[in-house]
């Protein structure tokens, strides 16, 4: 078997050690006998009985589909529960004797099943108003296969169907609102994930999380109670403070936290980012005004909303999470506190954003947009800076991305006109050099401090 990188990197490791005086010579194989044999999320048999497993249950699918007419309800009943208790057993037993990579291809294949027993009850019954609840019930009962199993493939399903549910629930016309629903069953199947440390089912949680906080702030902005820029403020709001909480928990060691950390964190940058296209068209459209024109008003109006409760009550429970989250953090983690003050300025900017433009008026767009542009880089600096601190590759990773999509914007929007592209990019290029010094320079002044002694 060939060895692993880590075991590689261990014996040159060893050998500069050994060198320096720092390890035992007669230790050197003992350390590396030591090593833990890495376990192989994957194998060939386990990805093809899966697979397998995924094939058998469109063949149930297609099979009941072709002979719907020629079976009665009670045989359509006894075939597919029969065959879904009968995968149940059989993933049981292939646990019981140790063959995991079965259990999970004959777990998922009951899973599987049992959505399409669901689907049939409904059909027989004629329950055509359950819309897409039925996937609803379907992830529900993925969940308890993958707890009582326990199976992360099948977690892994669970969780692909509730965020399909409440994908699928937010883009039908029929729904009548908000998907309450998917709440608690996020939070069981977060749980779960959790309990199971399956890292693929917490970003598939934070997809439809997040999805499910955008059409809530949508829905709610319906018949003009908030404008573009009040959405966009709500939803930096929502998801930053969502993020802080998470990234909380993810200092507290809890499995699973970073990746909604995460996945908060760059939608909140990417409502920042996108907080200028309202301005921008807006300026657009002011150019093209004829003097006089009344539309202007109402334009502005649209743009920047009325300062009303309707966005300031929600507005300001999301940035009191915001608070409370950054207040936590900069007392239990000391490592964050660098980027607490950041934080607590973006939101507060965030917050103050549509207030101030309905103050200000449609005259001041140009100040409005250099002042949200001037925000953005520095962030994206601060995020940089902070990544580079303290090792969150991570963050100083969506800090460079910020910056190169603020500096594109900038130019297309700005400087196409005025300077020459191969001069755009000559000062941009300087720019990152003397950002890539700046950020060295403080890496060194740093290492000391850390390796002297406390």
């Given at each position: 078997?060939?060895?692993?990188?880590?075991?590689?990197?261990?014996?040159?490791?060893?050998?500069?050690?050994?060198?320096?005086g720092l390890v035992d010579a007669v230790h050197r194989e003992t350390i590396l006998a030591d090593i833990a044999v890495p376990s192989n999320g994957w194998?060939?048999?386990?990805?093809?009985?899966?697979?397998?497993?995924?094939?058998?249950?469109?063949?149930?699918?297609?099979?009941?589909?072709?002979?719907?007419?020629?079976?009665?309800?009670?045989?359509?009943?006894?075939?597919?529960?029969?065959?879904?208790?009968?995968?149940?057993?059989?993933?049981?037993?292939?646990?019981?004797?140790?063959?995991?990579?079965?259990?999970?291809?004959?777990?998922?294949?009951?899973?599987?099943?049992?959505?399409?027993?669901?689907?049939?009850?409904?059909?027989?019954?004629?329950?055509?108003?359950?819309?897409?609840?039925?996937?609803?019930?379907?992830?529900?009962?993925?969940?308890?296969?993958?707890?009582?199993?326990?199976?992360?493939?099948?977690?892994?399903?669970?969780?692909?169907?509730?965020?399909?549910?409440?994908?699928?629930?937010?883009?039908?016309?029929?729904?009548?609102?908000?998907?309450?629903?998917?709440?608690?069953?996020?939070?069981?199947?977060?749980?779960?994930?959790?309990?199971?440390?399956?890292?693929?089912?917490?970003?598939?949680?934070?997809?439809?999380?997040?999805?499910?906080?955008?059409?809530?702030?949508?829905?709610?902005?319906?018949?003009?109670?908030?404008?573009?820029?009040?959405?966009?403020?709500?939803?930096?709001?929502?998801?930053?403070?969502?993020?802080?909480?998470?990234?909380?928990?993810?200092?507290?060691?809890?499995?699973?936290?970073?990746?909604?950390?995460?996945?908060?964190?760059?939608?909140?940058?990417?409502?920042?980012?996108?907080?200028?296209?309202?301005?921008?068209?807006?300026?657009?459209?002011?150019?093209?005004?004829?003097?006089?024109?009344?539309?202007?008003?109402?334009?502005?109006?649209?743009?920047?909303?009325?300062?009303?409760?309707?966005?300031?009550?929600?507005?300001?429970?999301?940035?009191?999470?915001?608070?409370?989250?950054?207040?936590?953090?900069?007392?239990?983690?000391?490592?964050?506190?660098?980027?607490?003050?950041?934080?607590?300025?973006?939101?507060?900017?965030?917050?103050?954003?549509?207030?101030?433009?309905?103050?200000?008026?449609?005259?001041?767009?140009?100040?409005?947009?250099?002042?949200?542009?001037?925000?953005?880089?520095?962030?994206?600096?601060?995020?940089?800076?902070?990544?580079?601190?303290?090792?969150?590759?991570?963050?100083?990773?969506?800090?460079?991305?910020?910056?190169?999509?603020?500096?594109?914007?900038?130019?297309?929007?700005?400087?196409?006109?005025?300077?020459?592209?191969?001069?755009?990019?000559?000062?941009?290029?300087?720019?990152?050099?003397?950002?890539?010094?700046?950020?060295?320079?403080?890496?060194?002044?740093?290492?000391?401090?850390?390796?002297?002694?406390?």
């Amino acid at each position: 078997m060939a060895e692993t990188r880590y075991k590689k990197r261990l014996r040159k490791d060893l050998d500069r050690w050994i060198a320096t005086g720092l390890v035992d010579a007669v230790h050197r194989e003992t350390i590396l006998a030591d090593i833990a044999v890495p376990s192989n999320g994957w194998s060939a048999s386990g990805a093809l009985a899966i697979l397998g497993s995924v094939l058998l249950a469109f063949a149930a699918t297609s099979f009941v589909a072709a002979n719907w007419t020629e079976l009665g309800n009670i045989a359509r009943l006894v075939l597919i529960f029969s065959s879904l208790w009968g995968c149940y057993l059989g993933a049981a037993k292939a646990f019981r004797r140790d063959h995991p990579a079965l259990g999970h291809a004959l777990a998922i294949l009951g899973a599987s099943l049992f959505g399409i027993a669901i689907v049939l009850i409904a059909q027989i019954f004629n329950m055509s108003s359950w819309r897409y609840t039925v996937i609803g019930i379907w992830a529900v009962g993925a969940i308890g296969t993958a707890a009582l199993t326990p199976s992360r493939p099948v977690l892994i399903l669970a969780s692909i169907l509730g965020t399909a549910w409440v994908w699928m629930e937010t883009f039908n016309p029929y729904a009548p609102g908000v998907l309450w629903g998917y709440l608690p069953l996020w939070a069981i199947t977060l749980g779960t994930a959790v309990w199971l440390r399956s890292k693929v089912s917490a970003n598939l949680l934070a997809l439809g999380l997040y999805l499910w906080l955008a059409f809530m702030i949508w829905d709610f902005a319906q018949n003009d109670r908030l404008s573009a820029l009040q959405s966009n403020a709500v939803f930096i709001l929502a998801s930053g403070g969502s993020a802080m909480l998470f990234a909380a928990l993810r200092d507290r060691k809890a499995f699973g936290f970073g990746a909604l950390a995460n996945w908060g964190t760059t939608l909140a940058l990417m409502a920042g980012f996108c907080i200028q296209f309202p301005l921008d068209r807006y300026e657009a459209y002011e150019q093209r005004l004829t003097t006089g024109d009344s539309g202007a008003a109402d334009r502005w109006l649209n743009v920047a909303g009325v300062s009303g409760p309707d966005y300031w009550v929600l507005a300001t429970t999301f940035a009191l999470l915001l608070g409370v989250t950054i207040a936590w953090r900069f007392t239990a983690c000391p490592g964050s506190r660098a980027l607490s003050i950041p934080a607590a300025i973006a939101g507060g900017l965030a917050l103050l954003l549509p207030w101030i433009a309905g103050a200000l008026g449609g005259e001041s767009v140009l100040f409005l947009r250099i002042f949200v542009g001037v925000s953005l880089f520095a962030l994206s600096v601060g995020l940089i800076l902070y990544g580079a601190r303290e090792g969150r590759r991570f963050a100083g990773g969506l800090g460079v991305a910020l910056f190169i999509a603020q500096a594109l914007y900038v130019y297309w929007e700005t400087f196409g006109d005025l300077l020459d592209t191969s001069l755009f990019f000559l000062m941009g290029g300087l720019l990152l050099f003397a950002l890539s010094f700046g950020v060295i320079r403080i890496q060194k002044r740093i290492a000391p401090l850390e390796e002297a002694p406390s």
